[in-house]
DNA sequence: CCTGGATTGTTCGATGTCGAACAATACGGC
DNA sequence: GCCGTATTGTTCGACATCGAACAATCCAGG
């Protein structure tokens, strides 16, 4: 009966809080808040890229979708990427064009310049993963993005049906 | 150069978007949104309790916590944590009682109620999880809980220094 | 003691995302 | 060709979280 409040330290409290019950849903929404906080805060002088960082890539490497389908890749709402596609042509980074045979749909495409903070916003990504996966072996990150791909796809999947 | 939209099917699209350069924090932000949007959709008759279930575990095992230290073992900060804790006494199920020795903080506390809900909601959680990690074995899933833990720690300690 | 700096909970305005609605457009069955 | 249904981008109001400020309280050094 824990009647009374315990008399942890701080450090330990962090360390096991919720430890005993937690699981991997848990611990993913407490590394991914921390990860993707200290990336948008280190970056705080370069606009609103960062935090887009997954869309603008996407963008890249696939050019000319339109909104409906970038917002089903980063698993936001097509009503949200309205808003953010909106902010981000405002900072010149990318173009909605017109699609040819059909005429609701926008083409998005990077610009020059879109294309130039891409590659160095995935420069500091990939500085801020070394960083989030310190300590951890090659083959233990490597396993890593596995299980995150197959979690990815299991809720994708389960999605709408 | 792809200067022309490409023709993927949209399955091929979303598998393998940012693929190329997907790092973990892409990926691990991606299987949180998805996760936490599915836990939350499948609950969404239980109130607010799903959505804040880590932080009324966390109260259980450890209660009497003042709000401060709640805030930073869920990674929010001090101020969203008064409205959430507006709210789940709202619902009945925390408590906020004096602290002796300290009358700036409040020590917080489960309700019977919330005692029985963080029960209930825990096994769906679990539940939960197990469709989060369908197709990995139970190695794999360790493994993943591991590398988890040390990015969370790897980025706490990275806080603030 | 007592005074200056830290900590705690709180308020408040700003921002991000959501879901429900809507108009414009595409498309399939007849 | 025509019509009902789907899809696309958009708007709008609701809500969650944030950071900066603040008052109350604690505490350490003189």
Same mark, same amino acid.
């Given at each position: 009966? +824990? @009647? ?5 330290g701080?450090q330990?409290f962090?360390?096991?809080?919720g430890?005993? =019950?937690?699981?991997?849903?848990? *611990?993913?929404?407490? +590394? @991914? ?8 805060? *280190? ?5 609103r890229?960062?935090?887009?960082l997954g869309l &603008?890539?996407?963008i890249?490497n696939?050019?000319?979708?339109? @909104?409906?389908?970038l917002?089903? +890749?980063?698993?936001?709402?097509r ?5 953010? &596609? ?5 900072e010149g ?6 699609v040819?045979?059909?005429r ?7 610009? *020059?310049? $879109?294309?130039?903070?891409?590659? =160095? &916003?995935?420069a /500091?990504s990939?500085r801020h ?5 310190? $300590?951890?072996? @090659? /083959?233990?990150v ?17 999605e709408? $049906?």
């Amino acid at each position: 009966m +824990a @009647q009374e409040a315990e008399d942890d330290g701080a450090q330990t409290f962090l360390l096991t809080a919720g430890e005993a =019950e937690a699981t991997v849903g848990y *611990k993913l929404r407490l +590394a @991914q808040i921390l990860a993707f906080r200290a990336f948008e805060e *280190k970056l705080s002088d370069r606009g609103r890229a960062p935090r887009y960082l997954g869309l &603008l890539a996407i963008i890249r490497n696939h050019p000319g979708q339109p @909104q409906s389908r970038l917002a089903e +890749a980063v698993a936001l709402r097509r009503s949200s990427l309205v808003t953010i &596609l909106d902010i981000l042509a405002g900072e010149g980074l990318v173009e909605r064009r017109p699609v040819r045979g059909d005429r609701r749909s926008n083409g998005i495409w990077l610009t *020059k310049m $879109g294309s130039r903070v891409v590659d =160095e &916003l995935l420069a /500091e990504s990939r500085r801020h993963d070394a960083m989030l996966t310190e $300590g951890l072996s @090659q /083959e233990e990150v490597g396993a890593a993005l596995r299980a995150l791909d197959r979690m990815i796809l299991n809720m994708r999947n389960a999605e709408g $049906g």
